[in-house]
């Protein structure tokens, strides 16, 4: 694996697109996937009028399909936690794709369908569990105290009263490079207006060597598919 993925990604997307001019249009939005919610970006261009291509970038959170959030009931005003999450996970993916039209643009009421298929690199960033414990102090009382998640150190679930705060472990953040790979189908309506919408779902699989570390008492799997959908609202570049 390069030591920077992701601007490897973009030398090889600037020098597979050198040459080709075709009539553009970029597009921003929101993302859902069966993992978590984000942010997505994608620059399309017209190759023909049958091909295309594009380029995606995602930000978003990642969701172990085990986590499964809780409550510490013998507390008052608990707060939610998963119990075993070693690290909070979020995704940037950086992919360029084929798009092969089903149907033509003939009026501005029509809806574009295409077929889209590619891949790209994904850097993981990886923050720690810091949990809020609650320990006995000299009085005889309680006191909270923030520690990093240690699943051989902190097996009493009632001692745990959640999260602590996010701002503790970003001084530890860790990074893991993957690979990605999507097929969907995408509709696009408002063409020849200066500002069309775009509706994008399909299948993705996602890889990571051993996996990415997110929990103690599950398996943290090297592949990772689901299914996605984007919503963009998008600014139609004209040809000269």
């Given at each position: 694996?390069?030591?920077?993925?992701?601007?490897?990604?973009?030398?090889?997307?600037?020098?597979?697109?050198?040459?080709?001019?075709?009539?553009?249009?970029?597009?921003?939005?929101?993302?859902?996937?069966?993992?978590?919610?984000?942010?997505?970006?994608?620059?399309?261009?017209?190759?023909?009028?049958?091909?295309?291509?594009?380029?995606?970038?995602?930000?978003?959170?990642?969701?172990?399909?085990?986590?499964?959030?809780?409550?510490?009931?013998?507390?008052?005003?608990?707060?939610?936690?998963?119990?075993?999450?070693?690290?909070?996970?979020?995704?940037?993916?950086?992919?360029?794709?084929?798009?092969?039209?089903?149907?033509?643009?003939?009026?501005?009421?029509?809806?574009?369908?295409?077929?889209t298929f590619g891949g790209g690199l994904i850097l993981a960033f990886l923050k720690p569990v810091y949990i809020n414990l609650i320990y006995p102090d000299n009085l005889g009382s309680e006191t909270i105290v923030s520690e990093k998640y240690d699943p051989d150190k902190h097996k009493d679930k009632n001692q745990i009263a959640g999260y602590s705060n996010g701002r503790l472990g970003w001084n530890e953040l860790a990074t893991r490079p993957g690979l990605h790979l999507s097929a969907g189908a995408g509709f696009t309506w408002g063409y020849f207006t200066n500002y069309p919408k775009r509706l994008e779902t399909g299948f993705y699989v996602e890889a990571f060597n051993s996996g990415l570390p997110l929990m103690a008492f599950a398996k943290n799997k090297p592949l990772n598919e689901g299914v996605y959908v984007k919503l963009f609202i998008g600014k139609r570049n004209y040809k000269n």
């Open positions: 694996m390069p030591r920077y993925p992701l601007f490897t990604l973009i030398i090889f997307i600037a020098f597979t697109s050198f040459g080709q001019i075709g009539e553009k249009s970029f597009f921003g939005g929101v993302l859902y996937k069966s993992s978590g919610l984000g942010l997505a970006f994608q620059s399309k261009t017209e190759i023909n009028e049958k091909m295309g291509k594009q380029i995606d970038l995602e930000l978003s959170t990642f969701r172990h399909p085990q986590e499964v959030k809780t409550f510490n009931t013998e507390i008052s005003n608990p707060t939610p936690y998963v119990y075993g999450k070693l690290n909070k996970a979020a995704l940037l993916k950086l992919y360029y794709s084929r798009s092969y039209k089903l149907t033509q643009f003939n009026d501005a009421q029509r809806v574009g369908v295409d077929v």
